[in-house]
């Protein structure tokens, strides 16, 4: 027994709660918390960290705990992932090779890595005031307040109540108050979707390419290969802002006709950076 | 209650020492801050009807007898120890202990409370009627709509419907006499509120059969659950 | 408090005698059993919830001042006259007014109320039903976190900061009272959720600049932090 060597929970997992998952490396065993707070600690080095593993493991894991019927699978799961993917992220981002800081990009990567690295530190605080949160209330628990009935002689000092209310217009309250609610109104919600930016920069660098080489083309035909409606949204605006450059022009023989866009700059005549600045502030 | 009955009838002697001394199953009162008499004074603050003696000493893991004996002394103790009417005029202050508290125990039909003294009652009184209005707020005129279409309910049901916490105006509507205790749920041991005579009084009704039909599509108390408990932690 | 202002803001000195000169059209606290202090009690035996040193003034007829020096007094008396932290291991018992009471007196949320004391939870929790809400999930927990520290702040931004829908949770926290609605955001019309105070009763603080810094769990981020929070709205 005292070398079977699999402890069913760390020796770090506090008493009274339920064991958390367990990560088992080659260089690291322990619960996925405690590999956390080393890797943020600089204690351990994220690139050294087999991640396809822990994900194998985590997901025996939740196997088991479906299998017992365990109900907190879920919460469990959807955490492991944000932080997975978060681990992830910073991976790719340290396992490219940082060199010296010459460009823009180099910049630019590096603050991506420090954001990422910043929005796993602010997740692990959150969580750590949650806890502290969560003993704090579970302490004040345990005093109860005074809140008893006000005695008969002082509820019988108070106002006598006005009451205007018709049995009709009361159904009516009870109506409104029942009726299931919608969603409560919020704005749509952006921030969990993740599709490529697409940028008007871009596109227009794309339908140049494509124009200046030869014949005039259908805006059908230049949207044809668009996998989204984004682009093709972001296509149409880069040719208006051609146009007002008078890099394309447009033909349309009859109404709700094909759109014929033909290129009037020049091989040499534009170029992207004459774009205007809103387009790309905005992606 | 269950335990042994020697010297509780004799007088008070130190409840403390007794209790730390009888008691292994229990909680042991006599250990904590205070002993006996502080757990004695925790739970009559805090509780809204009055218990027995009885009652209190199953609580407290004590004998009937040894209870009798704290109440009737800490009865005296709020009382300023002066053995009938308090020594009103005199208002000497030597020291706490000799002065009237704010509040008193009361033995009502067997049952112990702490009540704010009576001599207070024009202070406490124009305390309570202070900012009242003879008018209910229209998160209190929502939640007892539900209440009258959905009783007997718990609070925590209301919660759910409302979608918004409604202890503070459960607690108005008891006071206004609108709503009442109806029992406790046996399955989740909540207490269900169910509108009283009064309520149909206001309401020029005679039964709140008498009350106009709801549309049927409107979720009963079953669909509320689905709709509303699913999110629930 | 609208009546000759003479010597409130210089302590607290007798107050009964001050009420008493002073007060012709007000109750007059003074000439009561336990004077002004007994009445301050008696009120707070009825308030259901935290009372603020002003609202209990206005009720007593008296300056803030007095009555606020009169609630620490009390204060300090049920935790049985130590200066700070009760010497709750002591115990020792020479006579009534050392001992701690099995109540406190507590100022939180803004307001003053009566507590039963912690220690006899265990007991005190038999007593009363109500009350004893289930505990938060951990989900509940980071949800209620983010909130308390990134108020007034809508869920898509708590969704960014814990990487999940939070719509089910944020429901819960509102039903329990522990956050509500404090409005729409101009700019992106998104409702925007508060702590409420029913949450600074629950964590026994006073406002939410008592909650521990987030700094220490967030090291060297003030600056990145920003422009985190910045790019991801």
Redesign the interface.
């Known amino acids: 027994m005292a070398d079977s060597g699999a402890p069913a929970a760390g020796p770090e997992a506090p008493a009274g709660k339920k064991p958390g998952f367990e990560v088992r490396l080659a260089n690291f065993t322990g619960p996925f918390d405690l590999l956390l707070g080393l890797i943020s600690k600089h204690q351990l080095d994220i690139t050294e960290v087999a991640l396809s593993t822990v994900t194998d493991e985590f997901i025996k894991y939740i196997k088991r705990l479906q299998n017992l019927g365990e109900e907190w699978a879920l919460d469990e799961a959807s955490e492991f992932l944000v932080i997975a993917a978060t681990l992830l992220d910073l991976k790719a981002a340290r396992l490219l090779p940082a060199g010296e800081v010459e460009d823009e990009e180099d910049i630019a990567l590096l603050e991506a890595r420090d954001l990422l690295f910043a929005r796993l530190l602010q997740y692990k605080a959150f969580k750590h005031v949650a806890g502290m949160m969560g003993a704090t209330l579970e302490l004040e628990a345990r005093r109860?307040?005074?809140?008893?009935?006000?005695?008969g002689?002082?509820?019988a000092?108070?106002?006598?109540?006005?009451?205007r209310?018709t049995?009709?217009q009361?159904?009516g309250?009870?109506?409104?108050?029942?009726?299931?609610?919608e969603a409560a109104p919020t704005e749509v919600g952006l921030a969990h979707l993740h599709g490529t930016p697409v940028s008007v920069k871009e596109q227009a660098e794309l339908l140049g390419h494509r124009l200046r080489l030869g014949a005039p083309l259908t805006f059908r035909a230049l949207i044809a290969d668009a996998e989204s409606t984004l682009v093709v949204v972001a296509r149409f605006l880069a040719l208006l802002e051609l146009f007002r450059d008078k890099a394309v022009a447009f033909e349309q023989l009859l109404p709700l006709g094909d759109l014929t866009v033909r290129w009037t700059a020049g091989v040499e005549g534009w170029s992207s950076g004459n774009l205007s600045e809103e387009y790309e502030e905005q992606q | 209650m269950n335990h042994t009955r020697n010297g509780d009838a004799a007088g008070h002697p130190a409840p403390?020492a007794q209790a730390a001394a009888e008691n292994d199953d229990g909680?042991d009162?006599g250990s904590?801050?205070?002993?006996a008499?502080?757990?004695?004074?925790?739970?009559?603050?805090?509780?809204?009807q009055p218990?027995t003696a009885t009652?209190l000493a199953s609580?407290?893991n004590l004998t009937v007898g040894v209870v009798e004996g704290m109440l009737v002394e800490l009865q005296r103790?709020y009382n300023?120890y002066t053995v009938n009417a308090?020594?009103?005029d005199d208002?000497s202050?030597n020291?706490?202990?000799a002065?009237?508290?704010?509040?008193e125990l009361r033995n009502i039909a067997g049952g112990w409370?702490?009540?704010?003294?009576t001599?207070?009652?024009?202070?406490?009184?124009?305390?309570?009627?202070?900012g009242?209005?003879?008018?209910?707020t229209q998160a209190a005129?929502?939640?007892l709509?539900?209440i009258?279409?959905?009783q007997p309910v718990s609070r925590a049901r209301v919660?759910?419907?409302?979608?918004?916490?409604v202890?503070?105006v459960v607690?108005t509507l008891?006071?206004?006499?609108?709503i009442e205790d109806s029992g406790?749920d046996p399955e989740s041991?909540a207490?269900l509120y169910r509108t009283t005579s009064y309520f149909l009084e206001?309401?020029?009704?005679g039964s709140v059969a008498?009350?106009?039909?709801?549309?049927p599509h409107?979720?009963g108390l079953e669909g509320?659950e689905e709709?509303?408990d699913?999110?629930?932690?």
Request: without cysteine; proline residues 7%; hydrophobic residues 45%.
């Open positions: 109860y307040p005074r809140q008893v009935a006000l005695e002689h002082f509820a000092l108070l106002p006598e109540l006005l009451w209310h049995p009709q009361f159904a309250l009870a109506e409104a108050a029942l009726k299931p609610r | 403390e909680p009162v904590l801050p205070g002993g008499r502080a757990a004695l004074e925790a739970v009559l603050m805090v509780i809204d218990a009652e609580g407290l103790e300023g308090p020594d009103v208002a202050f020291g706490f202990s002065t009237p508290r704010g509040f409370r702490i009540y704010s003294r001599e207070f009652a024009d202070i406490v009184g124009g305390f309570v009627l202070e009242q209005t003879a008018r209910l005129l929502e939640t709509a539900v009258a279409y959905r919660s759910a419907i409302r979608g918004v916490n202890d503070s607690r008891t006071q206004r006499g609108l406790t041991g207490i206001r309401m020029g009704i008498e009350l106009p039909q709801l549309s409107l979720p509320i709709f509303y699913a999110g629930r932690m």
